[in-house]
């Protein structure tokens, strides 16, 4: 079994019901928005797939857009791969869609914004891994604060973005978090695999949850059974109510 089979998600994945048993949560040391992303700082989000700035750092990007940080949003695919052999949403229905629901999410947040887009192809990151880190070191700036998927989550296009942003940073002085989105799933409360020590908490206010909640269900693509194929959503149900969660976590 190699490194990223053995991150694979089983089944539904862990709950959210799981996750809030688990008293390790509430223990993470806590981070305030404004002092991950100090004034004058500009925040970057490096989403492999349009959803995934939503699904790991939505609530903080609400927060930072109502105290007037800088954001920018980098969407390095268009998702066109989520939905393999269907006939109901073939690829070009995906890149005309996915893009356009990454905008709406944006809008729910607070955030008038368009994604930078890169183009590289879904599902196709980790042979471009050098390609993906030479775009983002002529896309950031010393003392941007990326934040991206982690570069253990589990899944290869996210794990290849995890790997290019923390190249693109470290030659551009750049700070980087990476955040678990499908590490939540794999994993079980107190799971050695996960890097609770490099672990921080971020509250989200009421209004950033609220907003996190209504950008969520801005990807109506990802969240509808497809009837060409019998499959059920792409964003599972312990997806969408791991994001309703008063907090998010981050690896610093
Ligand atoms: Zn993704």
């Known amino acids: 079994m190699d490194a990223v089979a053995q991150r694979a998600i089983r089944g539904e994945g862990t709950t959210e019901a799981e996750w809030s048993r ?71 229905r995906l890149a005309r869609t996915r893009p356009r629901e990454s905008l709406k999410a944006l809008q729910c947040l607070g955030l008038a914004i368009e994604p930078i887009r890169l183009g590289l192809p879904d599902g196709g990151l980790k042979a471009l891994r050098a390609v993906l880190a030479a775009r983002l070191v002529s896309l950031l700036r010393p003392g941007d604060v990326v934040f991206t998927t982690w570069r253990r989550d589990g899944h290869p296009d996210h794990e290849a973005t995890g790997e290019a942003c923390a190249l693109a940073a470290a030659s551009t002085g750049a700070r980087l978090a990476e955040v678990p989105v499908w590490g939540w799933h794999w994993s079980r409360p107190g799971d050695v695999r996960m890097p609770w020590q490099h672990a921080f908490r971020l509250p989200l206010s009421e209004e950033a949850v609220r907003r996190k909640r209504a950008a969520v269900k801005a990807f109506t693509s990802q969240l509808r059974r497809d009837a060409s194929t019998g499959s059920g959503p792409v964003l599972r149900a312990t997806t969408v109510q791991r994001a309703a969660r008063p907090f998010e976590v981050i690896f610093l």
């Open 22 to 92: 688990w008293p390790g949560l509430a223990r993470l040391p806590v981070i305030a928005p404004q002092d991950l992303v100090p004034k004058n700082a500009r925040a970057v989000v490096v989403a492999p797939h349009p959803d995934d700035e939503v699904l790991s750092v939505g609530g903080l990007l609400a927060q930072l857009a109502a105290c007037g940080r800088a954001v920018e949003v980098i969407a390095v695919t268009d998702g066109t791969a989520s939905h393999r052999g269907s006939t109901e949403w073939p690829v070009e």
